[in-house]
């Protein structure tokens, strides 16, 4: 697949998943070093909000957004995923008062089971998923250029027709 980072064309490594598909498991770490498994968050719906960069100001939008969100909605996980590390991650969230999950990709093991790696500057591309608790995809948002925002509305209203 391809997209654009700043209007230039770039390729995505592997094979993206789509709505009906089930959504490929991961674990990765939280800022407490925790293991969030995919596969263990089964009892409600999961939104998972991709992000290259966390110090960048439309990944900002993003995180602030559905994090927003996460606070007006129970009964969903959200979930953040950058491949920043610990550090960045904690002193961002620290400084903007982010409570939802932070996941890190720092081995990149997500960014290929979702055939979101953009090999070129080794970031994720940027991306929305909305799991069902059955583990099925049923919406899924790959932004085609990587410095504008997702479709905010058609992500929630996805998470709010499981919810």
């Known amino acids: 697949m391809q997209i654009t980072l700043k209007g230039q064309p770039v390729d995505l490594e592997g094979v ?3 709505v009906g598909d089930k959504a490929p498991n991961f674990t990765l770490l939280d800022l407490t070093d925790q293991v969030v498994d ?10 998972v909000s991709v992000v290259p960069d966390i110090n960048t100001g439309v990944c900002q939008i993003q995180t602030k957004r ?5 606070s007006q909605l129970t009964g969903v996980h959200f979930l953040t995923i950058s491949n920043n590390t610990k550090d ?20 990149l093991e997500f960014a290929k089971n979702y055939g979101l790696l953009i090999p070129a500057i080794n970031r994720l591309a940027r ?6 608790p059955n ?6 948002e790959i932004v085609p250029e990587v410095s504008t925002e ?13 919810n």
């Not at 559905?66 to 996460?70: I, K, L, S, T």
């Open 88 to 107: 960045e991650q904690a002193s961002w969230c620290g400084a903007e008062g982010i409570t939802m999950t932070m996941l890190r990709d720092t081995d």
């Open 127 to 132: 991306a929305v998923f909305v799991i069902a």
């Open 38 to 47: 995919l596969s263990k968050l089964s009892d409600k719906p999961v939104l």
């Open 135 to 140: 583990g099925d995809i049923v919406y899924e």
């Open 16 to 18: 993206q998943p789509k």
């Open 66 to 70: 559905f994090n927003e969100e996460a």
């Open 150 to 162: 997702p479709d905010f509305e058609q992500a929630l209203a996805a998470i709010n027709t499981l």
